[in-house]
């Protein structure tokens, strides 16, 4: 399906796909949707140099902070804590990012037929609306959480700096020591910090937000689905066709409809070939923070304000997740739905030899549209409602067995 992108009539999708577009590429995710940014060229040339060294400077920070197993050895328990949860989440998650890169291609292609080439027949303008307001939604909750979670490292460190004359240690990268009071040593920390804020969790941040993105297209687009075979009913109401044009039209729109189906079963083949490898990523990450967090709690006192940051920790690990498994869920759901909307089509207002088709073309349509679409991580697991409460209560019982 891989052609050349014709001109294509804009809806409210590719519209607010424009701006994302725009905002992926300030953070380096360049090239995910069809349509230009609206920089001069020569901004977008210069930019993209920037985008390099932000690339490197990403890579650079990973390698110093795995760097700091090797220098940093007198470390306290909640530096040591922190420094094994960002050796965990940073290096996982900036894979997602480098993954969505190089399959930009593919990613753009999944975006223009989703909300191209299927819309063009039917598109269900209420369903859009409301497609886009839950990514705004869950794009929003996701950033807050992580910004809360940020900003919260940064005043716990500057705490205390101002109450207990320490240094400023939240990320522990391979220099400066931890112990160092030198003003080069606070300056590397204070820089560490913000290459922390930016470049690192705004690319994933982002990369988190074009995920949700492409799940719940591809979600909605089995709702559109289904406005399209309910609209197919309204062909028998109108009074300016004759019966015999009435089931001419709609054995023709039916057929349209079959397309369209196959087409999204594609789009949802090619989507979990993309993302294959993130959602594997994300349940380790998943486990591998959980597990870390419960046997910190589990390895000594705490205080509150420690507390109330494992907390976030722990609840922002779940909704990242849980993001995955939901929207995977809703897809399941409504993509078995389809058979449903295919039945009550209209099928049964056809006459003689066109109902003779109708039906047989009716029942291969419906026993399609029955087979399960199921979203599956290493290969096991399925994303789904039930599994994600299945999977949020592993970790505590392996915990539970282990202590």
Not at 6 to 32: C, H, Q, R, S, W
Not at 190 to 217: D, G, H, K
Not at 320 to 329: A, I, P, T, V, Y
Request: glycine residues 4%; proline residues 2%; hydrophobic residues 45%.
């Amino acid at each position: 399906m891989n052609r050349p992108i014709p001109p294509f009539k804009e809806n409210a999708m590719t519209k607010f796909l424009d701006e994302l577009n725009t905002i992926f590429f300030l953070v380096g995710l360049t090239d995910l949707w069809i349509s230009e940014v609206k920089f001069s060229k020569r901004f977008i040339k210069i930019y993209k140099k920037i985008n390099y060294f932000m690339d490197f400077l990403c890579l650079f920070f990973v390698v110093f902070l795995i760097g700091s197993y090797f220098t940093q050895k007198d470390l306290t328990e909640k530096l040591a804590n922190d420094r094994l949860m960002f050796s965990i989440i940073l290096p996982g998650n900036l894979v997602f990012y480098y993954i969505c890169i190089y399959y930009k291609e593919e990613i753009r292609n999944l975006l223009y037929h989703l909300t191209v080439v299927l819309k063009e027949q039917h598109n269900d303008t209420r369903l859009e609306r409301e497609m886009i307001r839950k990514i705004r939604v869950f794009s929003i909750t996701l950033n807050s959480i992580a910004f809360v979670v940020d900003t919260s490292y940064g005043f716990g460190a500057l705490y205390e700096v101002v109450t207990k004359g320490e240094n400023f240690n939240t990320i522990v990268p391979a220099w400066p020591d931890v112990h160092d009071n030198s003003s080069l040593a606070g300056a590397m920390r204070v820089f560490f910090y913000f290459c922390w804020l930016n470049p690192i969790a705004t690319r994933v941040l982002t990369t988190f937000s074009l995920l949700l993105t492409e799940m719940v297209a591809v979600c909605y687009q089995f709702r559109n689905l289904q406005s399209y075979f309910y609209s197919l009913d309204d062909i028998f109401s109108d009074d300016t066709l004759s019966q015999k044009e009435k089931e001419i039209k709609y054995e023709d729109r039916f057929k349209i409809g079959i397309r369209m189906h196959i087409m999204t079963l594609w789009c949802k083949k090619l989507h979990q070939h993309v993302n294959k490898e993130i959602l594997a990523i994300e349940m380790v990450l998943f486990f591998a923070m959980l597990m870390s967090e419960l046997t910190t709690l589990l390895g000594g006192e705490r205080n509150a304000s420690q507390l109330c940051m494992m907390f976030l920790i722990s609840v922002s690990t779940c909704i990242s997740l849980g993001f995955f498994m939901w929207n995977g869920g809703d897809i399941t759901i409504e993509a078995s739905k389809i058979s449903e909307a295919m039945y009550s089509s209209g099928w049964q207002n056809c006459r003689g030899n066109s109902s003779v088709r109708m039906r047989k073309l009716v029942t291969f349509a419906i026993k399609q549209a029955q087979d399960p679409v199921v979203y599956k991580t290493v290969g096991v697991v399925d994303l789904s409602h039930t599994s994600y409460v299945t999977l949020v209560k592993m970790p505590y019982s392996a915990v539970s067995v282990l202590y």
